[in-house]
């Protein structure tokens, strides 16, 4: 079957050859389509539209956990066994923002320089630039990038800075929930955040020799139904020991991630997940367009309710419908 022909009224021709370029897989228009999904203008709009057209091949893992649990070194290590396999891989850090700069905190990423050099293997950091739930705005524009430029895995790493970031949920195929060793008791007063959104849970470290505990008391939570988003799903959510470091049940993650891929295309769950993400991407779109078009249109109605706000004259609830035009 031929490929669609790109729509000339929507785009012009050198953002026609860019697409073209990007679906070859050529490094310097991909980083280029990255760049123009990660600014803030409308500018790139008609692009990533025609871009997503030509998505869907690639299986995006979310990778998340607390600050220190060894997410980066873990994406690391996945990437290396991918290769081993003959799978491409693109890779979406996301990491907090810079105060001063606003850009990419850049972190553990020196962890992953020696895949730098590697053609199957693509890297992007970005700034979460005060975005919130671990993901930065343009993070699924960039996934879809790579998924176009025909990479088979696509990992999204969460700039895990806390126990809220779960937009990952929304956004990957397979999530896997990275915990350190030793949080003992500590896992029972945070089960109600990150740790249940898990498809796959790993343990990190496991060569400390609190590792074990920390396996056992994921696994005992599982069985008895205190963890996991999904109750009616028929996956069995496994708890891998790893030791990233070593590369020490790396096999076995890669692995859980493979059974996963395929219980989501067996049980038709893929295509459920898909359109939820698809469902959250609609709407976070419809809130942007919405909210420019408030700022854009009634900056002179805002700034008057502000004024009734700052007053106490009017609460903000009411404030919100009368801007909308509902009171």
């Known amino acids: 079957m031929a490929e669609p022909a790109i729509d000339a009224e929507i785009i012009d021709r050198a953002t026609a050859a860019l697409i073209a370029e990007v679906r070859e897989g050529r490094r310097k228009s991909i980083a280029r389509l990255m760049s123009i999904a ?12 025609e871009l997503h057209r030509h998505t869907g091949r690639a299986h995006v893992v979310g990778l998340t956990g607390v600050p220190g649990s ?3 070194t873990m994406v690391r290590a996945l990437t290396q066994r991918f290769r081993e396999t003959g799978r491409t891989v693109g890779i979406v850090a996301v990491d907090p923002s810079s105060p001063f700069s606003g850009g990419a905190i850049l972190g553990d990423r020196i962890r992953m320089l020696d895949l730098s050099g590697d053609p199957g293997v693509f890297i992007r950091s970005m700034a979460t630039r005060g975005a919130l739930g671990g993901l930065a705005r343009a993070t699924l524009d960039v996934v879809d990038v790579l998924d176009a430029a025909g990479f088979d895995m696509v990992i999204i790493e969460t700039v895990g800075v806390g126990q809220d970031e779960v937009d990952i949920v929304q956004a990957a195929h ?3 929930v990275v915990s350190a060793p030793g949080l003992g008791d500590e896992i029972q007063a945070i089960k109600a955040g990150v740790l249940e959104i898990a498809d796959i849970h790993v343990v990190s470290k496991c060569d400390r020799p609190e590792a074990g505990e920390t396996v056992a008391d994921l696994r005992a939570m599982l069985r008895l139904g ?5 109750q009616a799903s028929t996956w069995k959510v496994p708890v891998v020991a790893t030791s990233a470091q070593k590369r020490e ?9 493979d059974q996963h891929r395929a ?5 038709g769950e893929r295509t459920t997940r898909h359109r939820r993400i698809l469902e959250t991407r609609i709407l976070k779109a419809a809130e942007d367009i919405v909210r420019d078009r408030l700022l854009r249109q009634n900056r002179v109605r805002l700034n008057t309710l502000l004024d009734e706000a700052v007053a106490r004259d009017l609460d903000p609830y009411t404030a919100a419908r009368r801007l909308l035009g509902e009171g």
């Open 174 to 176: 397979s999530v896997v």
């Open 263 to 267: 219980h989501l295309t067996e049980s």
């Open 70 to 72: 060894g997410k980066s």
């Open 38 to 49: 990660e600014s803030t203008g409308s500018g790139g709009k008609p692009a990533l539209a």
């Open 249 to 257: 049940g790396i096999e076995f993650l890669v692995d859980a991630i």
């Open 226 to 230: 205190t963890l996991g988003r999904d």
